[in-house]
Each structure stands twice: as C-alpha cells, then as structure tokens.
C-alpha cells in the first residue's frame, strides 16, 4: 500500500445530538441517523486517513437507525467489535466480530442496540486484492454489488487488538507524524485481509439471498410507509 502523505487522526465527542454533526461519519458517504430512544446521549468518533483509504470508527451509546451510501469508489469493509445484541444491517443480524463486506456505492440501512461500537475501512478494490495476494497467494471473494457478510472465526479478536493497538499510538501526534505511522495504518488493512482470507466464508454466503430478499422487503416497506 503506498502512502506518500502524513497520515490525519481525527478524535471527536459529541454529546448533543445533531444530525448534520453525524452526516459525514464515513468518509466520502452521507448517512441520516434518527434516535430510536431516549436517554443519555454519547457518540465518539475516531477517523484515520491515509493516502487514498480510511478507517473510521463510532461508539455509540444511543440508539439508532442509520440510512446512507457508501463510497461510490472504494470498498467498504467494516464490523462491530463491541455490542450488546445483535445490531440489523442490509438484512443480516449482525454480532460481535462478523465483517461485512459493502460493495461500491453500496446503500446502508443499519440499526443498532445501545452501546455499539462499529469499524470500517475504505479502500480500493484494486488495491486490496493486490495485498490479499501479497499476503495469500489469492484474492477475497468479495461481491461484486450489495452486501455480504464474513463470520471470522475468532469473533475478530486480532483485528480488534491491531486496531486498538494503532489507534493508541496515532493519538499520539509524534507517532502520527512519523514513517511509523505509515506502518500502523498498512496493518490495519492488512489484517481485515487476513481476517477475511480465514473466515468461515461458505456459512456467510450461504445467507446473502435471503438477507437480500429481506432487505429489499424492508425498502419497499419503509418507501410505502413515507
């Protein structure tokens, strides 16, 4: 992965809820959120920027129902490291450590329970074939169009930890400022390869046509509904 630039650390609170403060929480994408319960309100939201990818990530104690699109040009890969019941996506229950896989331009329908945390990165696609065969010997099966869904088999326990790990050291503006913060956001990317490459990927596709069916129902539902 080539990164010729320093990379940016973005680290915000917000503790009054403002829709348009929530727009842009993926990068490159626009996503409406709507609170689904009342209480204490809390969001944090971390995003990485490194040459031509991101990673953003959002621990949200609220709440919500989320309605967006991603990047029309990169990939989006994403999962939820922390949460207390399984969150609703694109038609998948989705828990703790299943990476879903968005294709470009992918719409997103998303509603979570309180306390969830989610994690994503945009690349492109090109590009991350490129590594999963530097660090495979093959490319992911990834779709071509709509949503799929990757159960790791480690509920993503490493990917966790590297994140984690990467996020500590780029708080720091020395770190962020140094070749060494090239290396953090490589590895980030790396290891939602390998964690991909070693998923269970034959239980996960087999539910794609009927989380698409679901889906598309749940569409329909919500326009009639309007």
Same mark, same amino acid.
């Given at each position: 992965?080539?990164?010729? &630039?320093? /990379?940016? !650390? ?15 929480? %993926? *990068? ?22 490194? @040459? ?5 990530? @959002? ?16 990939? /989006?890969?994403? #999962?939820?490291?922390? $949460?207390?019941?399984?969150?609703? /996506? ?8 299943? $990476? ?6 992918? &719409? ?25 065969? %530097? ?28 994140? &984690? ?19 953090? /956001?490589?590895? $980030?990317?790396?290891? !939602?390869?390998?964690? %991909? ?12 046509? #009927? ?10 539902? &919500?326009?009639?509904? *309007?």
């Amino acid at each position: 992965m080539l990164i010729n &630039e320093q /990379c940016d !650390f973005v680290d915000r609170r917000i503790e009054t809820f403002d829709p348009e403060t929530l727009l842009e929480v %993926i *990068r490159d994408g626009r996503y409406d959120h709507r609170l689904l319960e009342g209480g204490s309100f809390a969001v944090r939201h971390r995003r990485v920027v490194f @040459g031509n990818s991101s990673f953003d990530r @959002g621990d949200y104690s609220p709440a919500f129902s989320v309605n967006g699109q991603f990047s029309e040009h990169q990939v /989006c890969l994403g #999962f939820t490291p922390r $949460i207390e019941r399984p969150a609703w /996506c694109n038609g998948f229950n989705l828990g703790r450590g299943e $990476i879903m896989c968005f294709t470009e331009g992918t &719409e997103l329908q998303f509603r979570n329970a309180p306390n969830t945390s989610w994690q994503v990165i945009l690349v492109d696609r090109k590009e991350l074939q490129e590594i999963a065969m %530097i660090l495979t010997g093959q490319q992911l099966e990834l779709p071509e169009k709509g949503t799929a869904n990757f159960k790791a088999l480690d509920d993503a326990r490493n990917l966790s930890s590297t994140i &984690e790990l990467a996020l500590a050291d780029l708080g720091n503006p020395e770190t962020l400022a140094s070749p060494a913060a090239h290396g953090l /956001c490589e590895e $980030i990317v790396n290891e !939602f390869v390998r964690t %991909i490459a070693s998923t269970d990927d034959l239980a996960g596709r087999s539910l794609t046509g #009927f989380a698409g069916y679901r889906y598309g129902a749940m569409r329909r539902a &919500e326009e009639y509904l *309007r």
